[in-house]
């Protein structure tokens, strides 16, 4: 899975290192209500063997509430409880020879500074998986200094779950990567630089 992880991050560095940089002026691009996607052919380790599927990346602006962190869809939210994101929805569809896999990430990026954080890091991190044994649900809410984490599974083995998870001080989210990577505040790292990560 680790290789798996390290090939997608550097399929999507490549892939958006051919980008124009739109740090200079991020909403004239992001700000015209349209979003962008982009569809992949995907190879995924499951159950000791490579699957062949494809994935979808969706990528558009809105506003969610800073207290709950759910989209903002109405005027009876007050302007400082609205922070805008970028949102990335990647879908990931797969078949493991007798049925179907179906899996959804949403990442909510910041696009200014919250949390004490540089922006574009996530505020919220939803997952649910679907396949004939049955689904899914998890959610991180990242806070200052720790995660919180919910989950409920059909798998009798992860259950429900409520808990908190410090983080490292060089932690960064696998499902943000394809957000930062495009370096729209700015240099990630400049040429020579390295920098070590807590995936």
């Not at 992949?40 to 800073?66: A, H, N």
């Not at 805008?84 to 990931?92: D, F, G, I, Q, Y």
């Not at 720790?146 to 779950?161: I, K, N, R």
Request: some cysteine.
């Amino acid at each position: 899975m680790q290789r798996f992880i390290f090939f997608f991050f550097v399929i999507c560095l490549l892939l958006f290192a051919v980008a124009p940089s739109f740090a200079q002026d991020f909403w004239a691009y992001w700000g015209d209500g349209k979003g962008e996607v982009s569809s992949y052919r995907v190879v995924v380790p499951r159950y000791g063997e490579p699957r062949e599927g494809f994935s979808v990346l969706v990528f558009v602006t809105e506003d969610i509430s800073r207290s709950t962190r759910i989209k903002v869809e109405s005027n009876a939210i007050p302007q400082n409880d609205r922070v805008p994101v970028l949102k990335l929805n990647r879908v990931v569809k797969f078949t493991t020879g007798l049925y179907d896999y179906s899996l959804m990430t949403s990442t909510f990026s910041s696009v200014n500074a919250e949390l004490g954080r540089t922006p574009f890091e996530p505020l919220k991190i939803s997952f649910s998986a679907q396949e004939w044994c049955g689904h899914v649900m998890q959610i991180l809410m990242p806070q200052r200094e720790q995660v919180e984490l919910t989950l409920h599974s059909y798998f009798q083995s992860e259950g429900d779950q409520k808990r908190n998870i410090k983080l490292p001080a060089n932690a960064a989210y696998e499902d943000n990567l394809p957000i930062w990577i495009r370096e729209l505040n700015g240099d990630v790292l400049t040429t020579g630089q390295k920098r070590e990560l807590q995936i």
